[in-house]
């Protein structure tokens, strides 16, 4: 008896600390500032030559007019250079060779990025990501009205069934950050598909140069600017900024999120302890899906899930309720991930081999 009592009221917590990391949730709307400096557009790109294109279309779009655009091509492989060069207007960095030793592509390519660029707003953004012709407007008047640093994670954009998978991951990124959470006074870090900075913070901070390494180099961003006393703020993309992550198949989704999870948990502190308490209930209200009166809360995680995926992406109900079988996905790449970090030190993404 007291054995059913305690596994209620774990199952019944469980669902309430996933309504609490989640209950602040705030997206990016438009805004118009009065100031327009001149803004540095930062594209880092390696082996992006079926979206680098359409960035830069979007970008060339935008209702900002006071902007360069500046991709730096991360020693690609593929045709992500001669597309860029046929663009007008837009500024090549091009990195022929392998990051310097200690470096890690990514912080590598935004630090050059920074180098070749005037302006005295820097926006860093994935070459994935999909901006609305107002978003460059509105995170401009953001990053004025905080007068720090402001990050954004995209609206999840699907068109493949592989797709969907993410949603443990997406629910994962969304609620550990401390972003949206009553139990976080401020975040953990900031989101890495979008940044905003001001020059001279970044500059003062060092940027991307401080962790050279590059891994999970938007969290170590965040912490470094709030270790500093500047503002961190984050939000979710809305209908501004969305973007596909992995549109190439499970392989490259697998890949992807198995790079960084792993040492991604280890990173959130006591987040981590909050997350993981909301998944126990949520694996245990699945495993307990035929058996009555449990089954009940399967459906109320269900319900939580959708109400809060649905926001966040493309997510439908049946998504919800088959949570389980993403959330035994989301399983199997974090025990990969970490067999990766402990075991081979290292992990692999777009034809590179980090050590971690």
Not at 48 to 66: C, D, H, P, R, V
Not at 74 to 91: G, L
Not at 236 to 262: D, T
Not at 275 to 301: E, K, R, T
Request: aromatic share 14%; charged share 20%; net charge positive.
């Amino acid at each position: 008896m007291v054995l059913h009592i305690l596994r209620h009221a774990l199952l019944i917590l469980s669902w309430l600390v996933g309504w609490t990391l989640f209950s602040k949730m705030r997206f990016l709307e438009k805004k118009i500032s009065s100031r327009r400096p001149l803004v540095s557009m930062i594209v880092p790109a390696r082996n992006e030559e079926m979206n680098i294109g359409k960035i830069l279309n979007a970008l060339k779009s935008q209702t900002y007019e006071n902007l360069e655009i500046i991709v730096v091509n991360d020693n690609s492989t593929d045709q992500t250079k001669q597309i860029v060069q046929s663009f007008e207007d837009v500024k090549l960095v091009d990195l022929s060779c392998e990051p310097p030793e200690g470096w890690a592509g990514k912080s590598w390519a935004c630090w050059n990025g920074y180098l070749n660029s005037s302006g005295e707003i820097l926006i860093f953004m994935d070459a994935d990501v999909e901006p609305h012709s107002e978003a460059v407007e509105s995170l401009v008047a953001l990053q004025i009205e905080h007068n720090g640093l402001v990050s954004i994670w995209p609206y999840q954009r699907f068109e493949r069934f592989h797709e969907h998978l993410s949603l443990p991951f997406n629910m994962l990124v969304i609620g550990s950050m401390g972003s949206f959470s009553h139990f976080k006074a401020r975040p953990i870090g900031a989101y890495g598909p979008v940044v905003v900075v001001g020059r001279r913070a970044y500059e003062e901070t060092q940027g991307h140069a401080a962790f050279k390494d590059g891994v999970l180099e938007d969290i170590k961003l965040g912490r470094l600017f709030l270790q500093k006393g500047y503002r961190v703020e984050n939000y979710l993309g809305g209908q501004l900024v969305k973007f596909r992550m992995y549109p190439q198949g499970i392989r490259q989704l697998f890949e992807g999120f198995s790079k960084n999870m792993a040492l991604g948990a280890s990173s959130l502190g006591a987040m981590f302890f909050l997350v993981f308490f909301w998944m126990v209930g949520l694996y245990s209200a699945s495993g307990n899906l035929f058996f009555f009166p449990y089954s009940l809360y399967y459906f109320l995680f269900a319900v939580q899930i959708y109400s809060v995926s649905r926001k966040t992406g493309d997510y439908t109900v049946l998504d919800a309720l088959l949570y389980p079988v993403h959330y035994m996905f989301f399983l199997i790449v974090f025990f990969v991930s970490l067999y990766k970090v402990i075991f081979l030190k290292r992990v692999e993404w777009k034809g590179r081999k980090i050590r971690v």
